[in-house]
């Protein structure tokens, strides 16, 4: 199973300035979901949903409120490193292989990221509100999580069926 | 905050809906919710400028359901000032009242419960309030009613309160080359041979000899090569010697009256060449002194092919017998090869003279032992005449054989196991084939419809090119000593030069290996 990266700078430079911001929201905790719709370009429908549940963990809030710098810095009862990562590692992992029960996409398609934030979150310019962009009658099909000191992850990829 | 400081244009109309009085707000930090979004405050229908309100709601991004989420929202500080425009006109103070009756915060009384209500019908339209000063008790309680409706309100249309989903706006950016998933998932096992892979072969001619004359008979064959560099080709009687290395031009050779010359073949030397007659004779010419050396007589029919293998000159015969000479004793004729049904006319010892191949008008492919006169393998799968035979030159074993007009395939042998091991449907009457010794390539001659030349790159066995070399069908075609030109003559009585094995400054040493000196002939061999 082969797991692709792009090597096309301009969506190097699209995620990019997307991750960028991200990370401004997840150091201090303001986002709860993360979401990329994938979306058929003939007929503006959305076919994937990949469905990323932030959950900041207790600790983090207080934290996070009195200071996002500092709370990066808390060793106390640390998950170790090697650990995380493997999680992460299996989660890329699935979802590589979810494509072998994800039906083919047909024709051209693009992808949208979308965050539910917090409803007092700052937002620069490129981030609009907008609808949930959910698929109707999806297929759901829950993945693994993985947490941190600070997060926990939930993955969920919705899709639908078409006629079948 | 810095939103409100910074507001650019688009986040300004979605945010601020149709509040034109928004910077007169004062701030409500003390209420702990108050943001960029609990600023905007609904003017009353009076107070509000039509063009506003008919602005924001057209909007074509902010969709209606976030519409309704926002004033939602907003509801938090609107509620803030007194709600003159709610159904119930209620005052301050009344308001003031009804909040501290409240005891219950799960059970909304009647009243709360309906100005919700009419607060969500009335938010796209119009809403009241205006900044008015008000006590710190006061903004607490309002809040906590506010907070009421929010909720059931959120219940009601299935919101979830205190988020809102934000898009990336900006759209990704387009893949550049198209995409064709085909390719990723369902890649060939080979991959084929594709325009880059692909050898240039010039198309045209490098030069072009009348050939007048030229009798247009498939069996013959009346062109070849030496070693030497000469051209010879029999044009009906008379024989001619072109030589490629000063572009001379002698006649060798008339033959006598009431027969023609079918075939000519060089010697392995290039010193001598022997002519088949029409009337069965077989002659050996020395082309430097332009004299006969001797005459080998004996078929009964024309001998319409031959081919050498050192001192052995076998020629085949229009009565389907095949024998071979010694050229240096007297009784010249040492062994005879029958098994042919009909005219001989492919004829083609192996390198090593190990084996002979050939191919008749009977559609039969033999391949002979040189020890022995019966045939080793017969090999029937043609449907017409074969003519067209060749020796693999760098795999000894691999023989092609090309049929005529019926039969229109190239097939390929293994002769020492006698397997078919590849064929081609060319789609067209095979008439000579010739492997290049440069390229891993065979190129064939065709004649209808298209009399193309047809380049194969063995064994992938795919076309590399067709060209279209003459008006009629190529008779006859031979290979330079150096590989690299082929030379083709057709019944449009031209005879065609054609550098499609250009050796791009390779090879070619190893290719004149057997001449005195490689780097010689490759000048020698510019074509004049």
Known sequence: ?164 | MSTFSTPSRPVRRTLFFNSPNVPKQPRLDSAGTSSTLSFPSFPSMTTTPRKHATKSIGKPNSPLRNDVALSDWALTSSALGSVNSTPGKITKKEKALRASAKVDRFIPNRQTSNTSISKLEASESSNTSTASSDTATDSTQSVCESLQYRTSVAEACGIALNTRILEFQPAAPQSSKPVDLRSQYNRPLRPAANAQARRKVPTGPERVLDAPGLIDDYYLNLLDWSCGNQVAVALEQTVYIWSASTGSVSSLMDSTNGTYVSSVRWSGDGAYLSVGLSDGDVQIWDVEDQTKLRSMSGHSARVGVLSWDKHMLSSGCRDGSIWNHDVRVAQHKVSEFNNHAAEVCGLEWRADGAQLASGGNDNVVNIWDARSSTPKFTKTNHKAAVKALAWCPWQTNLLASGGGSQDKHIHFWNSTTGARVNSIDTGSQVTSLRWSSLYKEIVSSHGFPNNYLSIWSYPTLTKNVDIQAHDSRVLHTALSPDGQTLATCASDENLKFWKIFESMGRKVASAGSTLASGKDMAKTMMIR
């Open chain 1, 1 to 164: 199973m082969n797991m692709l990266v792009t090597i096309d700078s301009e969506v190097k430079a699209y995620i990019k300035k997307i991750m960028g911001q991200l990370h401004k929201w997840l150091v201090s905790g303001k986002i709860s979901k993360l979401i990329v719709a994938i979306t058929s370009k003939d007929t503006g429908e959305v076919v994937e949903r990949w469905q990323f549940d932030v959950q900041v963990l207790s600790g983090t809030v207080s934290a996070a409120e009195s200071g996002s710098s500092e709370s990066a810095k808390e060793p106390d009862h640390s998950k170790p490193q090697e650990e995380i990562q493997k999680e992460v590692q299996a989660i890329i992992r699935q979802i590589t292989a979810s494509v072998t029960f994800l039906p083919v996409l047909e024709g051209r398609c693009t992808f949208n990221v979308l965050v539910y934030a917090d409803g007092d979150v700052q937002a620069p310019v490129e981030w609009v509100d907008s609808d949930a962009k959910t698929i109707k009658n999806a297929e759901q099909v829950q993945l693994r999580s993985f947490s941190t000191d600070k997060h926990k992850i939930d993955t969920l990829v919705a899709y639908s069926l078409g006629d079948a």
